[in-house]
């Protein structure tokens, strides 16, 4: 039978989940305003299962400046499970999520220069390196950071 992938939601109950991802996947410390900021975004952070396994994650923050935009602060998924498509279907979730509200103008990211697999990964959906960034990480070298974003055209 083939795995199923599936998508929950991040609630105060299974945040945890998510926390334990994130000390796997990346080399930078979250801090309570990352995790507040995601359950408050509400259908645009998932966790992403492999049959019964927590294997991946998207988190975002919703933000009003004017119009609205979508900023991922994470997206992530564990090594052994790369290439499966879960990357690509939590990405999705929140591209399509966003073309159906009528609000909002943007999505957007920050990817440190090096990382050339997400890089890739996300000029396939469309983003484009608007905006280069030095020393915007403080731990982890290379520092530096591009803006990675997408334009987002309601649709209904
Ligand atoms: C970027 C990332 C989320 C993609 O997740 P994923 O589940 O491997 O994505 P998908 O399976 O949907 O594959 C997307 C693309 O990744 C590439 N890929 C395929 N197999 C792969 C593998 N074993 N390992 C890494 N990348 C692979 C392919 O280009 C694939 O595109 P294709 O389906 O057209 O061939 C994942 O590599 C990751 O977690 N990286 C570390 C964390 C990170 O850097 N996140 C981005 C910054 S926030």
Known sequence: MAAVISLDGVRDKNVMQLKKLNTVLFPVHYNEKYYTDAIASADFTKL?????????????????????????????????????????????HVLDLSEKKNNISKIYLHVQTNNEDAIAFYKKFGFEIVDTIHNYYANISPPDCYVLSKEVHAKK
């Not at 927590?54 to 979508?70: D, F, H, P």
């Open 48 to 92: 992403a299962y492999f049959s019964d396994i927590c294997v991946g994650s998207i988190a975002c923050r919703l933000e009003k400046n004017g119009v609205m935009s979508v900023y991922i602060m994470t997206l992530g998924v564990l090594a052994p499970y790369r290439g499966l498509g879960i990357g690509t279907k939590l990405l999705k």
